[in-house]
């Protein structure tokens, strides 16, 4: 990837002259109007605190793997759980003593082992999805750091 093909509202949020307006966006504080340019930007220079944006970045994607096992977990126990209740409720169905007829517990452990299977899932998906969108947000803004940081002969710290 490289930096041209990065927006340019990423370029003015790493930058010290953007502004921030809440019914527009991020603006160019040079000439308060979106950024128009592709690729780069002439009148770039680093935010203030741009080292602890950059590890603001990296904690924010750690919670979020952080958050990713933790609900890789909880998907497995909804699993296990459900799986558990399926089979108790059709060990407890096919028993000699039920001789044939359906009691309300059997299939109620079954409908509640079905429902509860995929249940890990629903929280999961959707945040591997994110967690996946701020690996892209997190490995652009890097490769704009690096980018500026070669070009204004700064050295670069990865």
């Not at 950024?35 to 603001?56: L, S």
């Not at 999961?124 to 070669?150: D, G, S």
């Amino acid at each position: 990837m490289e930096a041209e093909d990065i927006r340019s509202v990423k370029h003015c949020i790493i930058c010290q002259k953007h502004i921030y307006v809440d019914h527009e966006g991020t603006l160019c504080g040079l000439t308060n109007a979106r950024a128009d340019f592709n690729g780069n930007c002439k009148q770039f220079v680093f935010r203030d605190e741009i080292e602890a944006f950059v590890e603001q970045l990296k904690e924010d994607l750690k919670e979020a793997e952080r958050t990713q096992i933790s609900l890789r977990r909880q998907m497995i126990i909804w699993f296990i759980s459900g799986l558990v209740l399926l089979a108790a409720g059709i060990t407890i169905w096919t028993m000699p003593w039920n001789h044939g007829a359906v009691h309300i517990l059997p299939i109620s452990l079954i409908i509640i082992g079905i429902i509860i299977l995929p249940h890990g899932a629903w929280e999961f998906f959707p945040h591997q999805m994110r967690l996946k969108a701020k690996h892209h947000e997190t490995h652009e803004f890097m490769v704009l750091i690096k980018h500026y940081k070669n070009e204004l002969g700064l050295t670069s710290t990865d």
